[in-house]
């Protein structure tokens, strides 16, 4: 599978970060996509999940700010984060994984917050 991410970039404090990241290859049998991030010095956290059947997950720190979907053949997912903040910039991987448990990542999406 390939993963290529689209968004990202500098956004403005209060602004909302929009991401998108595409699926090709072996589709047919993605389970769950989603984002995580990382910022410098610490460890990689859920932002988003979205299963095929619709199921969301997301996490602590976004919650209430974030919105994510997908398309309907399952191979695109979409992030919308609100009123971005400083903690919020790093870089954001994309990832599926597949119902046999296997999963993959994107290369991260830097994203930076300016106040």
């Known amino acids: 599978v390939q993963l290529q991410a689209s968004g990202g970039g500098l956004v403005q404090a209060g602004a909302s970060l929009r991401l998108s990241c595409v699926a090709s290859?072996?589709?047919?049998?993605?389970?769950?996509m989603g984002w995580y991030r990382q910022a410098p010095g610490k460890q990689r956290e859920l932002v988003a999940t979205?299963?095929?059947?619709?199921?969301?997950r997301s996490g602590d720190s976004v919650q209430g700010r974030v919105t994510i979907s997908n398309n309907n053949v399952k191979n695109r997912v979409y992030l919308q984060l609100d009123r971005m903040e400083p903690e919020d910039a790093g870089n954001y991987y994309c990832?599926?994984?597949?119902?046999?448990?296997?999963?993959?990542w994107g290369k991260g999406t830097l994203v930076t917050v300016s106040s």
């Open positions: 979205i299963t095929s059947g619709g199921r969301i």
């Open positions: 990832n599926v994984e597949y119902a046999s448990g296997i999963s993959a």
């Open positions: 290859g072996i589709i047919s049998s993605i389970n769950v």
